[in-house]
């Protein structure tokens, strides 16, 4: 049991940093991923890190995708 949850604190904490650094990333660079952030003050952003760095995985497939257009 001590392993799985062990196992699971190593998953979770990898998976927010990554969500912590995918954030960082998209506070500065947000209209490449998202166009309608083009307009959005970089305040508004800041607001929205939590939610980026619990969401990384749709908006790293929208990175992507907006890559290869």
């Known amino acids: 049991m001590e392993l799985f949850i062990s196992i699971f604190l190593t998953a979770l ?18 209209p490449k991923i998202d166009p309608s952030m083009a ?18 995985p749709f908006l790293i497939h929208r990175l992507f995708k907006s890559k290869k257009a």
Do not use: H
């Open 13 to 30: 904490a990898v998976y927010f940093s990554i969500g912590f650094l995918f954030g960082i990333y998209f506070l500065f660079k947000a």
């Open 39 to 56: 307009v959005t003050k970089r305040r508004v952003r800041f607001l929205l890190f939590p939610g980026i760095t619990v969401t990384w």
